[in-house]
């Protein structure tokens, strides 16, 4: 940990690994010997290509992807694929099965909505404020997508594996979990993540999507609307967010190299979460808001006993350099988030302080 950073626990933007942010800072005025910056290079150039090529390339390797998948870097964040979604991929006449289990999920039902699309929420959690996620869910056979919420960044619950869906291609918003674990692309139409939380800077969002997903794109939409202006130019129909982009791939670069992949990832975030959730489980302070077998990896909801409590230990992990811990505003409480580029040193850090801090209040 160096002197002037703090351990910072944000939902998103999020922290970045620290061998990332120094090659940001150490090739910024001098990007591969182009004698300019990433942000001053053009996107048409030699430099900007190997730049997005790599970040696609070490995602296909990473996520096992075969050639039916392409790997686009859309703006307009997460909450832009919401309506691309059903736009794109929903004709009149067809259905989508939807799982709603919280404040994400319920945004994408609403805009397939507000185009009067015919989409079924097939099972929710909201009957337990969202601290679970569904099981035995009965899908529709006909349905175009499913589509599922893999991580709640808010509520703090992660589907632990992929429902079977009698092959309906399930559609996922991973924003807050993509890459943190292996997983078979296989039953999926069409992957997306925000960039900002676990994958890289705000301003983009990755969208891997599927051959037979793209052959459903009306020709009538806007340009800038359709994944299949993005899947054709290799996302370079306008100017992309460059800066963004090259994030990404020295984020990916950094999880095949540094960490050694996806297994290796994973092992690590099992880790962290379990030193978390022992600690938060070993009294009466902390009281963990997900239901157990719910409990996401990146995203660690607890309570203290009381709001007053709650907002002296904001306080206070903040005095002792723990940035971030403030639970979502529609929710209150705490919440660590603890990301791929969160070291296991920075969570037996936390849960040091927890310890002391609920031995002065507790
Ligand atoms: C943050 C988040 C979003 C919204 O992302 P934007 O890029 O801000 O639109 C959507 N889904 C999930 C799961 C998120 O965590």
Not at 14 to 33: C, H, M, R, T, Y
Not at 101 to 128: L, M
Not at 274 to 302: C, H, K, W
Request: proline residues 4%; contains cysteine.
């Amino acid at each position: 940990m160096k002197e002037d950073r703090i351990y910072n626990f944000n939902a998103g933007p999020a922290a970045l690994p620290i061998e990332v942010l120094e090659e940001i800072k150490d090739s910024f005025l001098n990007l591969g010997g182009s004698g300019m910056s990433i942000t001053e290079v053009s996107h048409r150039s030699k430099w900007f290509d190997d730049v997005i090529n790599d970040a696609v390339e070490r995602t296909r390797r990473m996520l096992n992807l075969d050639e039916k998948f392409h790997v686009l870097f859309i703006q307009g964040g997460a909450s832009l694929q919401f309506c691309m979604i059903p736009m794109n991929l929903l004709g009149k006449g067809e259905s989508a099965d939807y799982v709603n289990t919280g404040t994400w999920s319920t945004k994408a039902i609403k805009e397939a909505e507000i185009q009067g699309k015919t989409i079924k929420v097939v099972a929710s959690s909201e009957d337990h404020n969202f601290s679970y996620i569904p099981k035995n869910i009965t899908f529709s056979s006909d349905a175009v997508y499913t589509h599922i919420t893999s991580n709640n960044t808010i509520k703090g619950t992660q589907w632990a594996s992929f429902p079977d869906t009698n092959g309906v291609p399930i559609i996922a918003d991973m924003s807050s979990d993509i890459m943190c674990r292996p997983f078979d692309v296989d039953k999926f139409g069409l992957i997306y993540a925000g960039a900002q939380k676990n994958i890289g800077p705000a301003g983009v969002c990755m969208v891997i999507i599927k051959e037979d997903m793209l052959k459903r794109v009306p020709d009538t939409l806007p340009s800038m609307l359709k994944y299949t202006t993005y899947s054709s130019k290799n996302s370079m129909f306008n100017t992309p967010p460059c800066f963004a982009v090259y994030v990404i791939q020295l984020v990916m670069k950094w999880l095949e190299e540094t960490i050694g992949g996806l297994e290796k990832m994973a092992e690590i975030n099992r880790k962290k979460a379990r030193i978390l959730y022992e600690a938060i489980d070993s009294g009466d302070f902390y009281n963990g808001t997900a239901q157990p077998d719910s409990r996401s990896l990146m995203n660690v909801t607890f309570r203290l006993p009381d709001e007053a409590l709650e907002k002296r230990f904001i306080e206070q992990a903040l005095e002792n350099g723990f940035g971030g811990l403030k639970g979502h505003r529609s929710v209150g409480g705490c919440r660590a988030s603890i990301y791929n580029a969160i070291p296991v040193t920075a969570i037996e850090a936390l849960v040091d302080f927890m310890k002391t801090f609920e031995q002065k209040n507790g």
